[in-house]
């Protein structure tokens, strides 16, 4: 936009009145100069991403902060280029599939699956292989201990501070008393638990991992079968007295449940590591200006 702004000293300028509207004016033609881009110009062979594209393709990218969430972005879209610039150096045509939804292709996302088809066999892994990730890895596939357990809840919000210390003054008072007198506890928690479970004298049931919130969780791991926990636990609900009933271990599941569920792992997990160095090569021979490839957080190619 043009800005139109008198020059003149304030000595020099005349009003209206005494000068009509003749006195000299100079014309401010100058243009804002324009914003300073987000990143430095990308491209690759001399194709360059529009910092617009990187920008919207920054939202798939969540991070601590905007710039580790831009590069991320911009690694992407580079990838994506140097696939699509191969694609047509093998003279691939588009051929869209539907994915398992019935959705079809885009015309890109068709040619990176079949530059990547065209140049890459991935062996599937074999029993042995298998066999010997399970082995290693047996933590990976027990399932969940199970807890049975009862509480008694005692409600307070973490902004409320002065709420805060009464829950806890009161439920260590509570402690005291069940830690002396632990057959009171179901009529306890019938009466002052803040829990639904109030009404089952505080019983859970059986819970496993996920079911409660952490402090829960791990308040649970330290306590033997029959104990009372010794401390109130503090978790963003409140205070809990915990009592821990019975506990059943985990157990590890056959190889034969889970071999199938292995050896899917295992192909995908090759399939990444070539994909990765597949563009690796790509980007060697490749004129890449305005970022590099090295990751920064985790693997490249997702």
């Not at 804002?32 to 194709?47: A, E, R």
């Not at 995908?268 to 890449?288: C, D, E, N, P």
Request: hydrophobic share 35%.
């Amino acid at each position: 936009m043009v800005t139109l702004v008198n020059n003149l000293a304030p000595k020099e300028q005349k009003s209206p009145s005494s000068a009509g509207y003749d006195a000299p004016v100079k014309l401010d033609t100058s243009v804002p100069p324009k914003p300073k881009p987000t990143m430095p110009v990308v491209s690759v062979n001399g194709v360059v991403i529009p910092e617009t594209e990187i920008l919207e393709e920054a939202q798939n990218h969540p991070a601590k902060n905007p710039g580790k969430a831009l590069r991320a972005a911009a690694q992407a879209l580079v990838v994506k280029q140097l696939l699509l610039q191969q694609a047509n150096e093998l003279g691939l045509v588009a051929t869209p599939e539907l994915d398992d939804e019935g959705r079809p292709e885009t015309e890109e996302d068709a040619l990176i699956r079949m530059v990547i088809d065209a140049e890459m066999t991935v062996p599937t892994a074999t029993d042995k292989e298998c066999l010997r990730y399970y082995n290693n890895n047996k933590h990976r596939f027990s399932s969940d201990d199970i807890y049975q357990a009862r509480h008694i809840l005692l409600i307070a919000s973490p902004k409320d501070t002065e709420a805060r210390q009464k829950a806890k003054a009161q439920a260590q008072s509570l402690t005291e008393v069940l830690t002396d007198e632990p057959e009171r506890f179901e009529q306890m928690a019938r009466e002052m638990s803040a829990c639904s479970s109030s009404q089952q004298g505080g019983n859970l049931g059986q819970i496993t991992k996920g079911d409660t919130v952490a402090e829960f969780e791990a308040a649970l791991e330290t306590l033997r079968e029959g104990e009372l926990s010794a401390e109130p636990v503090e978790t963003p609900y409140g205070f809990h007295i915990i009592a821990l009933d019975k506990k059943i271990a985990g157990e590890c599941l056959p190889f034969d449940h889970v071999s199938e569920r292995i050896s899917t792992w295992l192909q995908a997990a090759s399939w990444s590591r070539a994909v990765s160095q597949y563009v690796s090569i790509l980007a060697g021979t490749a004129k890449i200006e305005g970022i590099d490839l090295a990751p920064s957080d985790g693997p490249l190619v997702q």
